[in-house]
């Protein structure tokens, strides 16, 4: 195996043994596969035919091989054949010549041992592209491209669609099987970059047109005495069915990690039993889904191997996978949570595990109903620098920098968060400017549009040309390909001098990441003392 998606890859190269993450080998290489398979339905699908079958199938099959999303090889497998499947059919509608056609677009198999042989094979393999840069390039595309796989699949799951988004990815997809040209590479980089604003923009349309705007809101970190239900990863449909099925049923719905921001949506506060948030961030839910005591539902990443102890307890939906543990059943397109809503029943409540209450709902038409508030503190002087610290959150102990950062901000910069990265700082008390709170946290990293939507009307509101003119500073941590899908879409709005962490990524190459840095001004963290220097003077 060889894997460099994410900043926990092994060495900061990359894992070639077991991921970091969990996944083994044999699961790798099939997710391997199954993106060469993508490619290939998409080179083909480029010559033009796209159906709804398709434009439901690349998505999803894209968000299966994030970060700790799957890691059962039987259903990897399933979307590997599915992938064939919708690939003959598209070479038989278009009457294509297979000799014309590329090994992505013509492999196939009799069995799943074909398969398993084909996975294991060094053609499917990133390391087959031999130059550094060419790979780096295809990889920061591919990377890019699996986040706006997962953003999109979202939206469509409430029912909001961008044909051109799809286009976009079988014309991408098929220029990283044919192109060896650097420029027009890195071109395309940056034209993901824009796919991933164009999607960022529909999933907000999706959320708030769905659920409305998020708004200041108190969520409370305590338990209540009766048995709970916790729902983790991003979906906020499934959210919606859970709530609306457990109502009346005696159990109480608790978010974990990335759910916490659906608090803030006015649709989910009619729900009484709707609790509170459990526990931090993704990487602590081995201990914290222990001491839950009840069900947990993943409904995307981050999925940490489970533990025998609560093993039994771990409920998986749309792409998530891990051998072992149980499926939501759906009917009619509809989840149906019964069982887990039984399970619930016979547990014991929560342990509890902290006190207090988490302020949130800082999206783009909450501050911009503040705007006024926010302008005149800027103006006053009273509000110095505004900081982007968004992204995501890592096992690793180098990010403690994060919370350091935090604390030692001066007194007079505000953070603008959104993703789990906010999970190192968000439950400081670092205090209040005129009654703005010091950290406002617009959501998700689904939510990422939001701190785009504030920059842009700041800009306006300053009078100003350049966004980089603002007195907004960027230090991002990120983790899995979500988090590449966000960088690429702010390098695509021009934002300049963002400040990567804790590493910058492995699959850049020296070349890529330097042309980043002379044109982009990216870089690495530092020490905490130097990068408030540096970002905030
Ligand atoms: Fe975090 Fe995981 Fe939202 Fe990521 S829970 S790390 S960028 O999947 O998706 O921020
Ligand atoms: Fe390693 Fe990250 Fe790939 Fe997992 S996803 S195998 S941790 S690089």
Same mark, same amino acid.
């Given at each position: 195996?060889f894997c460099?998606q994410c900043?926990?890859?092994?060495?900061n190269e990359?894992?070639t043994?077991?991921?970091?993450?969990?996944?083994?080998?044999?699961?790798a290489?099939?997710?391997?596969?199954?993106?060469?398979?993508?490619?290939?339905?998409?080179?083909?699908?480029? =010559?033009? !035919?796209?159906?709804?079958?398709?434009?439901d199938y690349?998505?999803?099959?894209l968000?299966?091989t994030i970060?700790?999303?799957?890691?059962?090889?039987? $259903?990897?497998i399933s979307?590997?054949?599915?992938?064939?499947?919708?690939r003959?059919?598209?070479?038989? /509608?278009l009457n294509?010549?297979? @000799?014309?056609l590329?090994k992505?677009?013509t492999?196939?198999?009799?069995?799943?041992?074909d398969?398993?042989k084909m996975? #294991?094979?060094?053609?499917?393999?990133?390391l087959?592209?031999?130059?550094?840069d *060419?790979?780096?390039l295809?990889?920061?595309i591919t990377y890019?491209i699996?986040?706006?796989?997962?953003?999109?699949t979202?939206?469509?799951?409430?029912?909001?669609?961008?044909? @051109?988004?799809?286009?976009?990815?079988?014309r991408?997809?098929?220029?990283l099987i044919?192109s060896?040209?650097?420029?027009e590479?890195?071109?395309l980089?940056?034209?993901?970059?824009?796919?991933a604003?164009e999607t960022?923009?529909?999933?907000?349309?999706? #959320?708030?047109? +769905?659920?409305?705007?998020?708004?200041?809101?108190?969520?409370?970190?305590e338990?209540?005495?009766?048995p709970?239900?916790?729902?983790?990863?991003h979906?906020?449909k499934?959210?919606?069915?859970?709530?609306?099925?457990?109502k009346?049923?005696?159990v109480d *719905?608790?978010?974990?990690?990335?759910m916490?921001?659906a608090?803030?949506?006015?649709?989910?506060? /009619?729900?009484?039993?709707? &609790?509170?948030?459990?526990?931090?961030s993704?990487?602590?839910q081995?201990e @914290?889904f222990?001491?839950f005591n009840g069900?947990?539902?993943?409904?995307?990443?981050?999925?940490v191997?489970?533990?025998?102890s609560?093993?039994?307890?771990?409920?998986?939906?749309?792409?998530?996978g891990?051998p072992?543990?149980k499926?939501?059943?759906?009917?009619?397109?509809k =989840?149906?949570?019964s069982?887990v809503?039984e399970?619930a029943?016979?547990?014991k409540?929560?342990t509890?595990l902290?006190?207090?209450?988490?302020?949130?709902?800082?999206?783009?038409?909450?501050v911009?109903?503040?705007?006024?508030k926010?302008?005149?503190?800027?103006k006053?002087?009273?509000i110095? /620098?505004?900081v982007?610290m968004?992204g995501?959150?890592?096992r690793?102990k180098t990010? @403690? !920098?994060?919370?350091?950062?935090a604390?030692?901000?001066?007194?007079d +910069?505000v953070?603008l968060?959104?993703?789990? &990265?906010? !999970?190192r700082?968000?439950?400081? $008390?670092?205090?209040?400017?005129?009654?703005?709170?010091r950290?406002l946290? &617009?959501?998700?990293?689904n939510?990422s549009?939001?701190?785009?939507? *504030?920059?842009?009307?700041?800009?306006?509101?300053f009078?100003?040309?350049?966004? #980089?003119d603002l007195?907004?500073?960027?230090?991002i941590?990120w983790?899995?390909?979500k988090?590449?899908?966000v960088?690429?879409?702010?390098?695509?709005l021009g934002?300049?001098n *963002?400040?990567?962490?804790?590493?910058l990524?492995a699959?850049?190459?020296?070349?890529?990441?330097k042309?980043?840095?002379?044109?982009?001004g990216?870089s690495?963290?530092?020490?905490?003392?130097?990068?408030i220097?540096r970002?905030?003077g």
């Amino acid at each position: 195996m060889f894997c460099f998606q994410c900043q926990e890859a092994a060495r900061n190269e990359g894992c070639t043994v077991r991921g970091v993450c969990g996944k083994d080998e044999e699961t790798a290489n099939l997710q391997d596969l199954l993106v060469y398979t993508i490619k290939g339905l998409a080179y083909v699908c480029n =010559k033009g !035919y796209l159906d709804e079958e398709i434009t439901d199938y690349i998505p999803k099959a894209l968000f299966t091989t994030i970060t700790n999303v799957n890691f059962d090889k039987n $259903d990897i497998i399933s979307y590997i054949k599915r992938g064939v499947e919708l690939r003959e059919k598209v070479i038989e /509608k278009l009457n294509l010549n297979r @000799e014309e056609l590329p090994k992505q677009a013509t492999w196939t198999y009799e069995s799943d041992e074909d398969i398993i042989k084909m996975a #294991n094979s060094d053609e499917v393999r990133i390391l087959a592209e031999k130059n550094e840069d *060419i790979r780096s390039l295809k990889e920061l595309i591919t990377y890019g491209i699996k986040g706006i796989g997962a953003y999109l699949t979202h939206a469509m799951r409430l029912g909001y669609n961008n044909e @051109e988004i799809h286009k976009f990815i079988i014309r991408a997809f098929s220029r990283l099987i044919e192109s060896e040209d650097v420029d027009e590479l890195f071109n395309l980089a940056l034209e993901t970059g824009k796919y991933a604003v164009e999607t960022l923009a529909l999933l907000d349309k999706a #959320n708030t047109e +769905t659920y409305g705007h998020p708004e200041i809101t108190e969520v409370s970190l305590e338990v209540r005495d009766r048995p709970g239900i916790l729902i983790s990863g991003h979906d906020l449909k499934d959210l919606e069915e859970l709530l609306e099925q457990s109502k009346g049923q005696g159990v109480d *719905i608790y978010t974990h990690s990335e759910m916490l921001p659906a608090h803030y949506y006015p649709f989910f506060k /009619k729900y009484e039993h709707f &609790a509170g948030n459990y526990g931090g961030s993704w990487w602590r839910q081995t201990e @914290e889904f222990e001491k839950f005591n009840g069900p947990i539902v993943m409904t995307t990443n981050c999925l940490v191997p489970p533990k025998d102890s609560y093993k039994d307890r771990v409920y998986v939906t749309n792409e998530v996978g891990y051998p072992g543990l149980k499926r939501i059943p759906e009917k009619n397109g509809k =989840k149906d949570f019964s069982e887990v809503i039984e399970h619930a029943k016979k547990c014991k409540p929560p342990t509890p595990l902290e006190k207090g209450k988490i302020v949130g709902g800082f999206a783009h038409n909450q501050v911009l109903a503040l705007a006024d508030k926010i302008i005149e503190a800027v103006k006053s002087g009273k509000i110095r /620098k505004f900081v982007v610290m968004a992204g995501c959150d890592g096992r690793h102990k180098t990010r @403690e !920098y994060y919370t350091e950062f935090a604390k030692k901000l001066p007194k007079d +910069t505000v953070i603008l968060t959104c993703g789990c &990265a906010k !999970y190192r700082f968000i439950k400081l $008390d670092l205090g209040e400017i005129d009654g703005i709170p010091r950290v406002l946290d &617009a959501g998700q990293c689904n939510d990422s549009y939001s701190l785009v939507k *504030i920059a842009l009307a700041l800009k306006d509101a300053f009078g100003l040309e350049d966004i #980089n003119d603002l007195p907004i500073a960027y230090n991002i941590a990120w983790y899995e390909q979500k988090a590449v899908a966000v960088l690429l879409a702010l390098l695509y709005l021009g934002v300049k001098n *963002i400040v990567l962490g804790p590493t910058l990524p492995a699959f850049l190459s020296e070349n890529v990441a330097k042309v980043l840095v002379e044109k982009f001004g990216i870089s690495q963290i530092t020490t905490v003392d130097e990068d408030i220097k540096r970002l905030v003077g």
